[in-house]
């Protein structure tokens, strides 16, 4: 059985790309060097807003989604494009209110109340990623012949699927589940350090709203691309008459798109490393900014009064080190998840709605009702994230999992045996992978086999592991703003620490009212209420008011 292997020019496409990174590290860190902590976080709030919405963009585009996509496409179907309108509407919320409350708030942590080398490392990641996967997209249909040959294919199949309306939320991916969930497994990225970070180190509040914005058309077309490539492989391997799932060509289905890649388009050197490269750009540009963000959170929210006296310099310094620190661990975490072996996509959303979720909750909490105090957003937060995990791990280990679509005939993988390519890429195993290799020594069954079986019914649980994994993120966020504002009420509301007016949301600022201390600010404070886009900023050591107006 003959191996995938990659091209030496694969190899020479990868260099390239991470020489690239690399320099564009290197001469920021090196050479146009950034002395103090606001230029090393923030690009001492000077950076175009083009190249940070390219920034926001990839940031939360990750390998998870380029591998994940086409694989869910393969197996289920179409219905998942749907999210894209719940992406859209939380990017309009981050736009029109989440970057007026936090942008004239000049914050470096997303939770109080590098960046220039890490914006244009995405930009050049972001070139490689769209352009990668477009060249992939185009020569891919190429193969097939048409466009329309891979629709006429992928409609008879079952994997274009747009009408799924029912209103019961154990349906793994509804009309309803896509979009209310993917607005609330979005809003996390909008509410994160890494949105923060880059929100603020744009002058204008304007220019933050736009690259914010921008972020919509970006993430659709990303995720459309994806879902075309996904209907492209499958119409491919429907013929090719030969699933490779089910002919071990893979054993899992998180490998379905390099393997594709490598086999259907093996004539072309050099591919096989772009779509690597668009692939590192996906998972480094994400990385890079995490590693970011953590250093910035350890140095302002944990750090900071051991370090109030320091030079700026040395916190500069410091702050270095906490990203080579937290890069170590993630290299280390990286490693530890080859033992992941469901599916990506499912498994990454799960997660991020389960934690993202209470955490936006906690957010709005804060940014909608000046009566909560941090009480109840403590309680709100534990319990929310408390219930989502139950949820969630019960939902792996006992919940119903939703049926697969029509698959692949295996009738053309026999016809030459010996010449079926095999993939060179093994994944190492945990307890799961080896019971399962083991049922297929026992049962000589394969990986298709072992797929569907996993699919199969069982009534002896909790009716609410069978929840579809897209409603996480919106429960998280309705627990932790009922226990947190109940929680908050009992517990003498804001009266220990009035809320200023400036932590609410603008639009919501004439509806509550505030005691007099809130309106003007209580002394010491940094930051005082103001109209329209304007900032005052109150020295309280000289009394001064700077008024900044954009």
């Known amino acids: 059985m003959k191996r995938l292997e990659f091209h030496f020019a694969d190899y020479i496409v990868m260099v390239i790309f991470l020489a690239i990174s690399s320099a564009i590290g290197i001469y920021y860190g090196f050479y146009k060097k950034q002395r103090t ?24 585009q990750s390998a998870v989604s380029i591998i994940g996509y086409p694989g869910e496409i393969y197996l289920y179907n179409t219905m998942v494009l749907y999210t894209t309108f719940g992406i859209s509407i939380a990017y309009l919320i981050q736009a029109f209110f989440i970057v007026p409350l936090v942008h004239p708030l000049r914050l ?3 939770y109080e109340g590098g960046m220039r080398t890490v914006v244009w490392t995405d930009t050049f990641q972001f070139v490689i990623l769209y352009g990668g996967l477009t060249v992939i997209l185009i020569l891919s249909v190429m ?33 309803w589940g896509c979009i209310i969930g993917g607005a609330f497994n979005t809003l996390p990225n909008c509410c994160s350090q890494s949105a923060i970070q880059r929100i603020s ?4 509040s304007k220019d933050a709203k736009i690259a914010a914005a ?41 490998q379905l798109m390099i393997y594709f890649v490598m086999k259907a388009l093996r004539d072309v050197p050099g591919l096989a490393g772009v779509f ?37 310099i040395k916190k500069t310094f410091i702050l270095k080190l906490l990203v080579l620190v937290y890069g170590i661990l993630a290299v280390v975490f990286a490693y530890l998840s080859q033992y992941l072996t469901a599916p990506v996509t499912q498994m990454g959303s799960t997660a991020f709605g389960a934690a993202g979720g209470p955490v936006v909750g906690i ?27 139950w949820i969630a791990l019960g939902s792996f280990m006992y919940g119903n999992k939703a049926p697969l679509s029509k698959p692949v005939t295996t009738s053309g993988c026999y016809q030459n045996e010996t010449d079926l390519p095999e993939l060179n890429i093994t994944l190492p195993t945990g307890s799961s992978t080896f019971e399962n290799s083991f049922s297929r020594y026992k049962n000589n ?13 069982n009534e002896n649980h909790l009716a609410i592991y069978d929840l579809s994994y897209v409603w996480l993120g919106f429960i998280g966020f309705m627990i932790a703003i009922i226990i947190g504002l109940a929680v908050s009420l009992i517990t003498g509301k804001d009266k220990d620490s009035p809320t200023e007016q400036i932590y609410i949301l603008p639009f919501l600022r004439r509806v509550w009212t505030f005691d007099e201390p809130a309106l003007h600010g209580h002394t010491g404070s940094e930051y005082s209420l103001v109209a329209m886009d304007e900032e005052v900023v109150i020295d309280s050591k000289k009394n001064n008011i700077t008024e900044l107006v954009y």
């Open 214 to 254: 921008l972020n919509i058309p970006l993430a659709v077309i990303f995720i459309v691309i994806l879902i075309l490539t996904g209907l492209v492989l499958y119409a491919y391997f429907v013929i090719k008459a030969c699933d490779p799932l089910a002919n071990e060509q893979v054993s899992n289905p998180n």
């Open 363 to 389: 957010f709005f909490l804060g940014a909608v009702f000046p009566a909560a105090n941090k009480k109840g957003a403590f309680i709100g937060g534990i319990c929310s994230i408390a219930i989502n995990m």
């Open 276 to 312: 690597l490269a668009a692939m590192f750009s996906g998972a480094l540009s994400t990385l890079s900014s995490g590693i970011n963000s953590m250093a910035t959170n350890a140095l302002q929210d944990i750090l900071c009064d051991y370090l109030k006296e320091a030079q700026q």
């Open 143 to 175: 193969e097939i012949g048409s466009i329309s040959a891979v629709f006429d294919l992928s409609l008879k199949g079952g994997r274009i699927k747009f009408d799924e309306i029912n209103p019961d939320p154990r349906v793994r991916h509804t009309v």
């Open 445 to 457: 069954t394969t990986s298709m086999d072992i797929l569907v079986s996993q699919y199969s019914t």
């Open 201 to 204: 180190s744009i002058e204008k």
């Open 108 to 110: 470096t942590s997303a």
């Open 37 to 60: 902590t606001e230029e090393y976080i923030l690009g001492n709030r000077k950076l175009h807003f083009v190249p940070v919405a390219l920034s926001l963009a990839v940031t939360f």
